[in-house]
């Protein structure tokens, strides 16, 4: 009966050395770690061993038995030779005895020493053959009897150690006695070529130096300079046809032998560990790019990214951590990894000790870098948000050299995830562990300690992003704690300062047992009598309401004189230094109530036309006593009124209908007594027919006087303007005429348009829009900056926030105004002023620029903000009677007017002494 040799019990070494000075000699040993006697060795004659590529203890219990070169070249001819016992029977020679008593002739004497034999096995014994890498008989493989990776072996000596054998046989023919090799079935596909043990090494040398290339050179891995003398080629260009790459499995590096002859938990067991150091690998790599890519790299730059020198160091310490100590535990891993890897190579026992050792060196490390994760990558984001250089720093090294596109927030959560990725891999080696092995009882604590580390870091982890969600919500406040607020005077208003009197305590209310009973009595605390007023800052929507509470009523009294004492002395101030002053224009009476009005010049006077329901009142604007009515609709609702001097265009818009009289026979000559009175059939429709008007603008762009009327579309969201251009007279005609210069379409309901040299913007409900008049193209701003801290301000404010109007503010500076307040862009719709931006105390319906003030008016509290504009202070605050609109300014040289319940007047501008 034939049976295999345990892997434990012998191994072949096979070693060069010199005979002599003119030839040299070749030994070949056996050697066992069995403890049985050396006599087993009669046991041997039918026990088949292979060549085998994993090393074994140097220990040696069986004699070794010499050989000629000749003989070591025919054994090492073939990679599976079979070792078999001599009895004195010659092999396949009948048992004949020869001369020297022994049956065997001279070629199979000199293949025989010290009672072993080694032979060439036949071809036809293919099905039978062992394995190159296992030392087992092929009919064990699958089978139970077949074991597992052995455990506790020793490191030995390199596959290195059999190139001089292999040399041997590539060099020397085998002897004429041998039976020549069958030849095998011609093969019809390409199949992998197998691989022998030292081709397996060097494909794994390779393989750490070409995936390694970039981690520095350590004192403990000198193979990785190259492979070694007379290796096989590299495996990316390998001449025998063997494809590998960089990310290569286990199974591709061994020969399909070896893995055939495993079992699949061991297989799987083998490929779990290969991921292992695969994955070591790839981890500091990405640990050196953070050290030698991004910390370092900051630390030299000059001039400096983040001054002063001791805010650099802050934030590198508070960005980074603990990140270069743990780099420096890992790399010092992944050199006795890889050393393992190669002296056990292709079956690794086990590196569990090295995990352990690692994570238990380096558990405070982790604790600190996970702890402080969200600061750091919170930190980072923050700098890059308001240090441009820092942002273009970290822009220049994510590229596809330096860090295949990956972002920085990548490579800080890398030692986040190692930890659950290694217990993951950990859970699976224990499932496909055997139940004898050593792994079973370390691998358990390994994976506890990761367990560990984890789980005390959680708690910190969302501690720190709970406060960094806080610090979010405080930046976006706009009132913040500790903060001291002012109320200007203009808004503080006392409402009561009468109030009954109410009760407050010192502290909480306490219960008593009785003594002797069980009922508990409260025992209030001493308590004393508060004496509340109420002040509000009358706003509108951002108006607060607050209650202070005194002592005595005398206290109270006293807060009372003391506010209205300091609104008195404001008011007398205002009276002397304002900026802006009220006119009051007479109107005529009881016409109805005024709903538009506008100033011009016109025969070199000051002219008013004044808009009611059904008709237009136009006189001097000094002389009340000229007001006539010279437009009157009977069947039409005027709601706005416009004027264009320089053409001598009244334009009315009544009931959706845009219509222009002309000036010149409205009011040809100074005396009242010529002026005529004119009706619908006398007037220019402009509109297009079965259209509604929203609203009539007159303005200069692109070089050109322009008559801007806009149409809300029915079915869609979008507004329709049309522009046209008023003509001269020429000799042919006695007045101006109009022609249509551009049309265009936006998106959303416009309501207010402003002029520019060469554009006009229109807001809408939601944004404002950029067009030129004849092209078809437009923009919608602001275009917000890719900084979060200047985008989410402002954005938090326009978002929901109505637009009312844009003004040219400087050469390159524009102003968006909303009805919370206005921001600041420059002439291509980006953002300025760092982001910075105004907000009112107001809620405005609608304002007017005189530069550098902007008046906001407030027609649900009869107020006017004024504000400068440069410095975003507020300069007075006009208050008039509740009701009291603006007159929407149809024309940008327009006088401000305002209609409240006593009639017109004019906010007219001071000039300072």
């Not at 205002?574 to 025969?603: D, K």
């Amino acid at each position: 009966m034939t049976s295999v040799a345990s892997p434990r019990a012998a191994r072949l070494n096979i070693s060069s050395s010199s005979a002599g000075p003119s030839r040299p000699s070749s030994t070949i040993s056996v050697q066992s770690t069995s403890p049985h006697k050396p006599s087993v060795l009669r046991k041997l004659r039918s026990f088949g061993f292979s060549v085998a590529g994993r090393q074994r203890s140097d220990e040696s219990t069986i004699p070794s038995t010499s050989l000629t070169p000749e003989d070591a070249a025919r054994a090492s001819a073939s990679a599976y030779a079979e070792l078999r016992t001599h009895d004195g029977a010659a092999a396949g020679g009948g048992g004949q005895p020869t001369e020297d008593g022994t049956g065997m002739s001279e070629a199979e004497r000199a293949r025989v020493e010290n009672g072993y034999e080694w032979e060439v096995q036949s071809d036809s014994e293919e099905d039978n053959e062992p394995d190159a890498y296992s030392w087992v008989d092929p009919s064990l493989v699958g089978t139970e009897r077949l074991r597992a990776t052995p455990v506790g072996s020793s490191s030995g000596d390199t596959p290195s150690r059999l190139h001089s054998s292999r040399g041997l046989a590539d060099n020397d023919p085998l002897p004429p006695s041998l039976p020549p090799r069958i030849s095998s079935a011609p093969i019809t596909s390409v199949q992998r070529p197998q691989l022998n043990p030292l081709d397996s090494y060097n494909l794994l040398v390779s393989y750490q130096s070409t995936s390694l290339t970039s981690l520095p050179a350590s004192p403990r891995r000198p193979s990785l300079a190259g492979p070694p003398a007379g290796s096989t080629p590299s495996p990316h260009t390998s001449s025998e046809g063997v494809h590998t790459h960089q990310n290569a499995e286990w199974h591709e590096m061994v020969d399909c032998s070896l893995t055939e002859s495993l079992s699949r938990e061991e297989r799987k067991r083998q490929g779990l560990w290969w991921e292992m150091i695969k994955g070591e690998m790839e981890y500091v790599k990405d640990l050196r790019t953070v050290c030698e890519t991004f910390i370092q790299p900051l630390r030299d730059y000059q001039p400096p990214l983040i001054i002063p020198e001791a805010r650099l160091h802050a934030f590198i310490a508070e960005a980074f951590s603990s990140v270069q100590q743990i780099y420096l535990a890992h790399a010092s891993l992944l050199d006795k990894l890889m050393e393992r890897q190669r002296t056990e190579w292709p079956l690794l026992t086990s590196a569990t000790d090295l995990l352990l050792g690692l994570y238990l060196e380096t558990v405070p490390l982790y604790e600190t870098y996970m702890k402080n994760y969200p600061f750091a990558d919170a930190r980072v984001r923050r700098e890059a948000e308001k240090n441009i250089g820092f942002r273009q720093y970290l822009s220049e090294r994510t590229t596809t050299e330096i860090t295949r596109r990956r972002d920085i927030s990548v490579f800080l959560s890398r030692p986040v995830t190692r930890l659950p990725r290694v217990m993951l891999l950990i859970e699976a080696l224990e499932k496909c562990t055997p139940a004898d092995h050593p792994d079973r009882d370390e691998l358990p604590m390994v994976h506890e300690v990761l367990n560990n580390v984890v789980k005390a870091s959680q708690p910190g982890i969302e501690s720190a992003e709970a406060k960094i969600k806080l610090w979010n919500i405080a930046e976006r406040l706009l009132f913040k704690r500790g903060e001291i607020i002012p109320i200007h005077l203009d808004f503080l208003q006392v409402l009561s300062a009468d109030g009954a009197p109410e009760r407050r305590y010192d502290g909480i209310t306490q219960y008593r047992r009785r003594p002797g009973g069980n009922i508990l009595e409260p025992v209030f605390q001493p308590e004393r009598l508060m004496y509340p007023f109420t002040i509000t800052t009358s706003g509108g929507v951002h108006a607060r309401t607050y209650t202070l509470c005194t002592a005595t009523p005398a206290a109270r009294d006293q807060w009372r004189e003391t506010i209205e004492g300091a609104k008195t002395l404001r008011r007398f101030d205002l009276e002397g230094n304002r900026i802006f002053a009220v006119h009051t224009i007479s109107v005529p009476s009881n016409p109805g109530p005024l709903v538009a009005a506008q100033t011009f010049t016109w025969l070199g006077r000051e002219t008013i036309a004044m808009a009611y329901p059904r008709s237009v009142y136009l006189g001097w604007r000094r002389d009340s006593h000229t007001y006539r009515e010279l437009i009157k609709l009977n069947t039409h609702m005027i709601t706005a009124v416009s004027v264009l001097p320089d053409f001598g265009w009244l334009f009315v818009l009544s009931s959706g209908n845009l219509m222009a009289f002309s000036l010149q026979e409205l009011i040809p000559a100074s005396d009242p007594a010529t002026w005529s009175s004119l009706g619908k059939d006398k007037a220019m429709e402009l509109g297009e027919k079965d259209r509604q008007v929203a609203f009539v603008r007159v303005g200069v762009t692109k070089g050109r006087v322009l008559i801007v009327h806009a149409y809300h579309s029915r079915n869609s969201h979008h507004t329709h303007l049309f522009f046209d251009e008023p003509l001269l007279p020429t000799p042919t005609t006695s007045k101006s005429t109009f022609r249509r210069f551009a049309t265009l379409t936006l998106p959303g309901q416009a309501t207010e348009l402003s002029f520019f040299r060469q554009t006009i913007a229109v807001a809408t409900e939601k944004a404002f829009v950029i067009a030129e008049p004849g092209n078809p193209t437009y923009n919608v701003i602001p275009t917000y900056p890719s900084s979060g801290i200047e985008r989410s301000a402002v954005t938090r404010m326009t978002s929901g926030s109505k637009p009312l109007v844009m003004y040219q503010v400087g050469e390159n500076e524009f102003m968006l105004v909303y009805d919370w307040g206005a921001c600041f862009v420059t002439k291509y719709g980006e953002l300025s002023r760092n982001g910075n931006f105004l907000r009112w105390n107001l809620t405005p319906t609608n304002c007017a620029f005189r530069s550098p003030h902007l008046l906001l008016f407030d027609e649900a509290g009869g107020r006017t903000e004024v504000r400068d504009i440069d410095s975003g202070k507020m300069c007075e605050i006009i208050v008039e009677e509740k009701g009291t609109k603006a007159v929407r300014a149809t024309r940008m040289d327009a006088d401000m007017l305002i209609i409240g319940p006593k009639g017109l007047k004019q906010i007219v501008e001071t000039v300072e002494l």
